[in-house]
C-alpha cells in the first residue's frame, strides 16, 4: 500500500511539472546533461527560502509558483537519482500538501506549521541518507542561505 502511495505521488508530482522536462528526465541518453544531485538541492534550497519569504509577505501568487518548483525539483531528484528510496519523497506528501492548501487558504499561520513540517522532512531526508550534517531551517532572515544551520549538530 505505502508503495502505491509512493508511486501515486510522484505521478501527482510529476504531472504538476512542465510535461517537457518530465519526459527529458525519464531517459536521459548517453551525452545528455543530468544535473548533479547537490545542483538539484542546491535549487531546492533556494525554493526553500523563497516559499518562506513569500509567505511571510503574503505573495501568495508568489508563493505557489516556488512551491511548484520545489516539487519539482524533488521530482526530478527522485527520476534522476534511483538511490533516494520513494519513501523519502512520500514522507513529504503531507506537509507539500499542507502547505499547497495553506497558500490556496491565504493562511500565514498554517504556512508556518506546513513549512516546518516540510523542513523537517528534508532534514529527515538528509538523514536517512546519511548527510544529516546537511541541516535546513526555517529562515532567520533574508541573507542568502539563511535557511541553513551551519554549526555541527550539537555544538552551539
Known amino acids: 500500500m505505502k508503495l ?18 518530465a519526459q527529458d528526465l525519464k531517459s536521459p541518453t548517453a551525452g545528455d546533461y543530468v544535473p548533479r544531485l547537490g545542483d538539484i538541492m542546491g535549487a531546492a534550497q533556494a525554493r ?11 505573495n501568495w501568487e ?3 509558483f516556488e512551491l511548484r518548483q520545489l516539487k519539482a525539483g ?5 527520476l534522476l ?12 506528501e503531507t506537509p507539500l500538501q499542507a502547505a499547497a492548501d495553506a497558500i490556496a ?4 499561520r498554517k504556512l508556518a506549521k506546513a513549512f516546518g513540517d516540510l523542513t523537517e522532512g528534508c532534514n529527515g531526508c538528509h538523514r536517512s541518507m546519511g ?6 531551517r526555517v529562515p ?3 541573507q542568502p542561505f539563511g535557511n541553513q544551520a551551519f554549526q555541527p549538530q550539537g555544538k552551539p
Not at 526553500?48 to 503574503?58: D, N
Not at 524533488?74 to 527522485?78: F, G, K, N, S
Not at 487558504?105 to 500565514?108: F, L, T
Not at 548527510?131 to 535546513?136: A, P, S
Request: hydrophobic share 50%.
Open 62 to 64: 508568489l508563493a505557489a
Open 48 to 58: 526553500h527560502q523563497k516559499l518562506w519569504l513569500a509567505g511571510r509577505a503574503q
Open 74 to 78: 524533488l521530482v526530478e531528484a527522485a
Open 131 to 136: 548527510r544529516g550534517f546537511v541541516v535546513m
Open 140 to 142: 532567520a532572515d533574508q
Open 81 to 92: 537519482y534511483s538511490g533516494i528510496p520513494v519513501t523519502n519523497v512520500t514522507t513529504l
Open 105 to 108: 487558504a491565504k493562511d500565514g
Open 4 to 21: 502505491r502511495r509512493g508511486t501515486a505521488l510522484l505521478a501527482c508530482l510529476a504531472a504538476s511539472t512542465v510535461v517537457a522536462t
